[in-house]
């Protein structure tokens, strides 16, 4: 049980800066996910965490003890490798009896622990199995069992699912939660996917160039984008951005784009009137998500026509350019709308966010 | 505005730099430890028995005695005699000679059969291990073998050629025949080698430009000649560096057949230093030409590396 | 290659039966040239069974014999028991072998070091051991002799001329082993040995357990090339043996090599007595021998 802290966290390899200043509380029992493209440094923090690298500088503290200096074993963190980092000439038993052996625990102590480890984890009749002989879901099984043998204080994970085919990938992710909830140890999740970030963590921390962008649950962090990247980067298809410029006063502003304009008041997109003066001259964007955009006849909201239209089964995606911006619409299956034809875009302005020139969004929460 | 906002209290550093710094240290200092015991065995006997004779045989090239009699210094003295010396002249020579004999023959019928293996699958296997066989061979029973083959009187060749009703070669007593006869036995002994390495390089063309070749319709040979063997050409170098390092090193052969004889005539480089250093005593010049060799070998090995950038291509 | 057109099949299938009796032709001789290597090869090796059961008397006979006409065992017996050949062939072995298994472990243990573990002047230190990479025992011959002369003082005789210790250390530093050791171990999945760090593991149990095991086939390998290169090495005992106590086959046949006489029928005896163990494991191991042959030489 242990809660993760860091502080100020920079890592460089010689001139490239990988990791810039990031800091960031886990507590105890939280599941919380590292997203971000990749290359963004999430998996170099899991790594700094776990003692695989040195800090260039900051601090890591678990369970308020600060462990920069201190060997991986004895920082009592468990690592999941994205490819599983089995043992290949040993069998799944040794596999996950190694730490414990290293450890020096006595053999009727550890096989009581490999018992238990592979029975929370269904191996106990893969147990004399090589890792060569296990399908990609039961290897990354083992991987787990092998790291909630030693009875971790913090589970770090560098994308775990990522070599799993789609419909596993699904299974398993339920698994890992379900792991999480009956064991309770403060997990930190790589991954570079948002669904798995949505529908696992219970806090998402987003990265962008080794740079920490916003750390929040996930339907904050979908709801209330703090600036353009998370805004794109949750969601799929991502958040439409339409250049805007905005004009008026107290109580009726609006935001004209190429293709009409939209009235709101400043009390229901967040934004105080302070935010709203300092950055009305610069060339700000609105953003609107395709669910809270919906066609209607021409004259309604923006107006544009209809470039393509994607059905998926269960929802159509409209494309509809307005102005020389593509704009996504999401519509129930049964709304019609026709290639080339001109239609209106009805806006909830209450779901509209208004991002500033340097990308970040004036609401306040 | 996530980044831009103050730092909040829990994540201010707690550590100073100092500490920081020492604790740094402390964990590096901490996990250098095992170092020692990976790498401290092979430092050591690196260290002695091949680094400190390169520097003594540098030092010792500038003096007389040391292997017997305590050193004096003498400047350049051994590397005047060196130079001047006839015997060593000949060895040089000789050694010349040999190589460019050796390696010509040894890597045209190399690359030759090679190709003609590369397109024999079949009985691939039976041909390699057959081709390899006298690498097994020490050079020094080589040697011997080779004698059963080239004796004046008992030499296998030369009943056959009595039977055939001509004329005897002195293989070993005459010259230049006792050197061809030496770069004869290397051929023999090293062509396995050769054609498993450049059967290596052919198997690891891209299949991709064999096939272009074939749809192309080149013939068989001239796929080769400017698809395989252009390919191969950065291995062919690089082969060609290695071995003429090992080839210099001419030694046990001529220790088994001829004994630097006949008149110096396959005394080689190696021999010259054996000779000088066990026989002669001459220790000084010994040194300065164990020093000329190890100068030529770092030469080549520089050379060497000119091309190892383009090894890449061939062979990955 | 195969696919034909409706119109011309006929003509293209007579172009084929005549290009591909030219191809078996073409097949023919190449076979009919790698068979003549192969008897080039394998033919001198086996002729030696001859003189080796021949007196002197016969091998030097007019007409000249081909085959023994007796089995004359006398080289064989006089090898026995008139020269030190048994103690030669012991002495060849714990001379190669002693040199293969110093090399293998003094050479996995600094490949690891290189492969894995991060100290100061890492990269220095390589380059310095890459740049002797080539460094030929012939060019160190002399002074590699005079010290070990000086250590038989310093050491109480336990490393010097005539001592196995001498004989075997000089002969173990390989920079080529350190070589393809580390490029080895670089090949393995660096998250082997973090997922290793991650449990606990000391470098020493990292090395040994989770390593190792997986080095095998490079250990075979470069163990193979160790062992040919040592066991047919002639040049440093030579020099660094004096006695038969210490004297490998190498050496030791070539002292059969009389300074007046020479008694051929028992050099052929040794050649063959000495050939045919090597032969019997060379054809057991085939595969290991020629990769490692190859290796060593183009994993450079």
Same mark, same amino acid.
């Given at each position: ?19 810039? #200043? ?65 043992? *290949? ?14 450890? %020096? ?103 962008? @160039? ?40 107290? *109580? ?7 293709? %009409? ?28 998500? *395709?669910?809270?955009?919906? !066609? ?61 020139? @340097?990308?970040?969004?004036? +609401?306040?929460? | ?23 740094? #240290? ?10 020692? %015991? ?30 017997? #009699? ?35 023959? =040894? ?21 390699? =291990? ?18 059963? !083959?080239?004796?004046?009187?008992? &030499? ?10 001509? @004329? ?16 004869? /036995? ?48 950065? !291995? ?47 220790? &000084? ?9 190890? /100068? ?21 | ?9 006929? @003509? ?5 039966? +005549? ?48 085959? *023994? ?28 072998? %002693? ?41 160190? /011959? ?8 000086? /250590? ?94 210490? +004297? ?53």
């Amino acid at each position: 049980m242990a809660e993760v802290i860091i502080r100020q966290l920079t890592k460089s390899f010689g001139e490239n800066t990988v990791v810039k #200043s990031v800091s960031l509380k886990v507590a105890d029992g939280e599941f919380l996910v590292l997203l971000g493209p990749s290359g963004c440094g999430k998996s170099t923090i899991l790594r700094l965490i776990a003692g695989l690298e040195e800090a260039t500088s900051g601090e890591i503290l678990i369970n308020g003890k600060i462990v920069n200096f201190v060997s991986p074993v004895n920082r009592n963190a468990a690592f999941v490798f994205q490819n599983y980092a089995l043992y *290949p000439h040993m069998s799944v038993r040794k596999n996950i009896a190694f730490p414990l052996a290293t450890a %020096g625990m006595p053999k009727p102590a550890i096989d009581e622990a490999v018992q238990d480890a592979a029975r929370i984890l269904e191996l106990s009749d893969l147990l004399e199995r090589l890792p060569s002989q296990l399908s990609g879901g039961q290897r990354q099984r083992v991987a787990l069992a092998r790291a909630i043998v030693r009875k971790p204080a913090v589970f770090l994970m560098d994308e775990p699912l990522s070599n799993l085919d789609a419909q596993l990938r699904q299974q398993t992710r339920l698994e890992l939660m379900d792991l999480h909830r009956r064991l309770g140890i403060t997990t930190i999740y790589v991954t570079h996917d948002q669904i798995e970030a949505m529908t696992m963590g219970q806090r998402i921390a987003i990265l962008k @160039d080794g740079e920490l962008q916003q750390v929040a649950p996930p339907l904050e962090a979908y709801d209330q984008p703090a600036n353009i990247f998370v805004a794109r980067f949750m969601g799929a298809p991502p958040m439409n951005l339409i250049p805007v410029s905005v004009s008026g006063s107290e *109580p009726t502003w609006s935001a004209t784009t190429q293709g %009409g304009s939209i009235d709101f008041d400043l009390k229901s997109v967040g934004i105080t009137q302070a935010a709203i003066g300092a950055h009305m001259s610069e060339s700000l964007q609105i953003g609107i998500r *395709p669910e809270h955009l919906s !066609l209607g006849a021409v004259g309604t909201g923006l107006s544009g026509k209809v470039r393509f239209i994607e059905p998926t089964g269960s929802d159509t995606f409209v494309t509809v350019q307005v102005g020389e911006k593509n704009v996504v619409v999401r519509c129930g299956v049964n709304e019609t709308a026709k290639i080339g034809e001109s239609v209106g875009l009805a806006v909830n302005p209450a779901k509209m966010h208004l991002f500033s020139a @340097d990308g970040w969004n004036l +609401r306040t929460k | 505005m996530t980044t831009t906002s103050a730092t909040p209290e829990w994540a201010q550093l707690t550590m100073s730099p100092d500490e920081c710094a020492r604790e740094r #240290s402390r964990f590096r200092r901490h996990a250098l430890k095992p170092i020692i %015991g990976f790498l401290g065995p092979f430092l050591f006997l690196w260290t002695l028995f091949l680094a400190v004779p390169m520097g003594w045989a540098t030092w010792l090239s500038f003096n007389e005695g040391g292997l017997v #009699s305590d050193a004096k210094f003498v400047g350049f003295k051994n590397w005047t005699t060196f130079l001047n010396n006839d015997e060593l002249r000949t060895a040089i020579k000789n050694t010349s000679v040999y190589v460019v004999v050796a390696i010509t023959v =040894v890597f045209g019928l190399g690359l030759i059969l090679a190709a003609l293996l590369n397109n024999n699958k079949k009985s691939q296997n039976f041909f390699k =291990v057959a081709l390899y066989f006298p690498l097994l061979i020490p050079p020094i029973m080589a040697g011997m073998i080779f004698f059963f !083959l080239t004796h004046y009187d008992m &030499g296998v060749i030369n009943l056959l050629l009595q039977t055939a009703g001509q @004329d005897r070669v002195n293989f070993l007593g005459a010259n230049p025949n006792a050197l061809m006869t030496i770069a004869g /036995l290397e051929v023999w002994r090293g062509l396995g080698f050769w054609v498993l390495f450049y059967l290596a390089g052919l198997q690891s063309v891209p299949t991709d430009l064999i096939d272009a070749g074939k749809i192309d319709g080149a013939r068989n040979t001239r796929r080769f000649l400017r698809i395989s063997l252009p390919t191969l050409r950065p !291995l062919m170098l690089f082969a060609l560096v290695i071995a003429l390092i090992f080839n210099f090193q001419l030694f046990d052969s001529v220790q088994a057949l001829t004994k630097g004889g006949p008149t110096l005539g396959t005394t080689s480089i190696v021999w010259f230093i054996y000779k000088q250093l066990f026989t002669f005593q001459q220790s &000084g010049v010994a040194y300065a030409t164990s020093l000329a060799l190890l /100068l030529l070998v770092v030469a080549l090995t520089i050379f060497a590396y000119g091309f190892l950038g383009h090894r890449k291509d061939g062979l990955k | 290659m195969k696919v034909l057109a409706d119109g011309d099949g006929q @003509d293209l299938i007579a172009l084929e039966r +005549r290009s591909s009796s030219l191809r078996s032709a073409k097949s023919a001789a190449s076979y009919a040239v790698l068979v003549l290597f192969t008897i080039i090869s394998v033919g001198p090796a086996l002729y030696i069974i001859s003189p080796a059961f021949r007196d002197s008397k016969s091998l030097f006979s007019y007409p000249p014999q081909w085959l *023994p006409s007796e089995f004359f065992l006398g080289n064989f017996q006089f090898l026995l028991t008139q020269t030190n050949y048994v103690r030669w062939a012991m002495n060849t072995l714990i001379f190669a072998t %002693g040199v293969t298994l110093i090399a293998l472990v003094i050479d996995t243990l600094a490949g690891y070091a290189f492969a894995r573990m991060q100290f100061p002047l890492k990269k220095t230190l390589f380059g310095l051991i890459l740049a002797t990479l080539m460094v030929p025992t012939a060019a160190v /011959l002399a002074p590699t002799y005079l010290l070990v002369r000086f /250590l038989d003082d310093w050491t109480f005789g336990l490393v010097g001329i005539d001592t196995f210790p001498g004989l075997i250390l000089p002969m173990t530093v390989s920079p080529l082993g350190v070589f393809m050791m580390r490029q080895f171990i670089e090949t393995l999945p660096p998250g082997l040995y973090e997922a290793a760090r991650i449990d606990g593991a000391s470098e020493w149990r990292i090395f040994t357990r989770i390593v190792l095991p997986l080095m095998k086939p490079a250990i075979v390998v470069l163990g193979i090339f160790v062992f040919m290169l040592q066991w047919a090495n002639l040049l440093w005992p030579l020099v660094a043996t004096t006695k038969d106590e210490t +004297r490998v086959l190498t050496v030791g046949i070539s002292t059969l090599q009389g300074q007046f006489v020479t008694n051929w029928g028992v050099i052929a005896a040794a050649t063959l007595m000495t050939l045919v163990p090597i032969t019997v494991v060379f054809l057991f191991f085939q595969k290991w021998f020629v990769q490692a042959s190859v290796a060593g030489a183009l994993k450079q």
